[in-house]
């Protein structure tokens, strides 16, 4: 009979994603991936390629880390921070190569693979015919002509490519497989012509982890999956976010800076919402999480490399006051109970997210957001879907009239170890709805420049041809003063111990 202790001592790294139906890590182990590209795209792909697993991950790049990169950083500037060229280079001084500040940094959160930055500029043809052949490419650059270059290299050697590219508005990516019968048009459209600007913060997050998940489908396909067939889409300026529309006119500013987020999870999605509002350049981050870190947490929680048995709040704190000192921080240890209210009597965060895995404390956190009156972002996944819901009381319907998350709660309460309990679950879904929830944060905050929150609930499915979409829901409820906020602690009471 199996027990905790022997559950423990043969855990990997790989064992959350190994869980997943079809999923054969050897498959990566075996591959080689090439990232081109050095700036935040790259970044986040082979953050995320590394964290995946593939047995050897190659970024082409040129650059110089950037004074202006590691000087902000020292002053106590006025001036937003800019992280567009990345953020993993924070081991590193300036003018070293950027390819191998990402090659540091990504090193430590998988030392089991082989990690290379080289610093080559592949839009030059030549430098195709000296690499070893590899058995899957992505251009991460807003470069035409490196595009092009690649995806020569790809149709004559016969490797799946893919292109994606970010603006702080949009991000797109699409997948060239050997054989399939896309015709020339389609392949100039891989190119993105018209993403040529610097690279977007958020939208290269979300965009990132579907590149890797494409080029992941395009060597190991999971039942139910099918390859991309067409371009995706993010677009900050349609009111549908995944098609080209531009109904809002936005601009590219740091809304978060004087507002406090209280984050609730620091695990798999947690670890990218964090990122998120460091790079965003968040007043004040309280991360809250009773958890300590542990191996099997590390292929989807890159973060917490390095600080294996320690609170996962603080091991995942050390780097983000490497990547922002100038936010202020707020760790706190603790499972988040009923006695937790004392905090909304004495703080008064701007925006509740939670990032935690358990309906119990959903539907807990949906309670405070009613009573104390603030908004509330709840972001949940699996292993191959995920979904953001934003509710703000008096504006929109709350969590539990969206997603009915009190009997959610009701009806899923065990009491349960973490290990026995133990959830497929991968890197993918979780950056994906991470960094569309850190959208919705700054569209609570800021709707003059990024207009108003979504209402419906903000969708990714694997599975789905198009990956990404919205579902309609109850738009309002007026559940903040109809009394469900007073009698929800004694119907609930006993799920917390109360
Ligand atoms: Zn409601």
């Known amino acids: 009979m199996t027990n905790i202790e022997d559950l423990i001592a043969t855990a990997n790294r790989y064992d959350r994603q190994e869980l997943i139906q079809g999923w054969n890590q050897d498959i990566l182990k075996n591959s080689k991936i090439i990232i081109i590209g050095s700036d935040i ?68 959160m998988n030392q089991e693979i082989s990690i290379k930055g080289i610093n080559l500029d592949m839009s030059y043809g030549f430098n195709w015919s000296v690499i070893k052949r590899p058995t899957v490419i992505i251009d991460a650059t807003n470069n035409p002509i490196s595009k092009y270059k690649a995806l020569s290299y790809a149709k004559t050697n016969n490797i799946p490519f893919v292109s994606v590219s970010s603006n702080s508005k949009i991000g797109k990516i699409g997948l060239k497989v050997p054989q399939d019968e896309k015709d020339e048009n389609y392949e100039n459209n891989l190119l993105f012509h018209d993403l040529e600007n610097k690279q977007g913060e958020m939208t290269s997050m979300i965009m990132s982890a579907l590149a890797v998940d494409e080029a992941r489908k395009s060597l190991m396909l999971l039942p139910g999956e099918q390859k991309l067939d067409d371009i995706v889409v993010y677009n900050k300026q349609s009111n549908q976010k995944f098609d080209l529309a531009e109904d809002l006119e936005i601009k590219d500013e740091k809304v978060l800076r004087n507002k406090h987020i209280l984050q609730i999870g620091a695990g798999s999605e947690g670890n990218f919402t964090a990122l998120g509002f460091v790079i965003r350049d968040v007043g004040k981050l309280t991360l809250i999480d009773d958890d300590v870190a542990e191996l099997i947490n590390l292929n989807r929680q890159p973060f917490l490399y390095d600080g294996v048995d320690q609170p996962k709040v603080q091991a995942a704190i050390d780097k983000f006051k490497r990547i922002n000192p100038r936010i202020e921080y707020e760790p706190i240890q603790k499972r988040v109970g009923l006695d937790f209210e004392s905090y909304f009597e004495n703080n008064k965060p701007d925006l509740i997210v939670d990032t935690v895995d358990n309906n119990k404390t959903r539907a807990l956190l949906n309670y405070f957001s009613l009573k104390y009156d603030i908004p509330f972002i709840s972001g949940g996944t699996r292993y191959n879907s995920g979904q953001a819901v934003v509710s703000i009381p008096g504006k929109t319907a709350c969590l539990n009239c969206k997603v009915d998350i009190d009997k959610m709660a009701l009806d899923s309460y065990t009491p349960q170890s973490c290990i026995l309990a133990a959830q497929p679950s991968v890197i993918t879904s979780n950056q994906i709805i991470a960094g569309l929830m850190v959208e919705e944060a700054e569209r609570i905050v800021a709707p003059e420049i990024y207009g108003n929150p979504t209402n419906k609930i903000i969708k990714y499915i694997s599975g789905e041809s198009l990956r990404l979409g919205l579902l309609p829901t109850i738009e309002r409820c007026d559940c903040n003063k109809n009394g469900y906020v007073n009698t929800w602690v004694d119907k609930m009471k006993h799920l917390y111990g109360g």
Not at 45 to 69: Q, R
Not at 86 to 92: A, E, I, K, M
């Open 41 to 108: 795209l790259a970044n986040y792909v082979a953050l995320n390629a590394s964290c995946l697993g593939f047995g050897e991950v190659e970024i082409y790049g040129t650059g110089k880390i950037k004074d202006s990169i590691q000087n902000f950083k020292r002053t106590v500037s006025k001036e937003n921070s800019d992280y567009s060229e990345g953020f993993l280079y924070y081991n590193f001084p300036e003018n070293e190569s950027k390819v191998k500040g990402i090659e540091n940094i990504t090193s430590m």
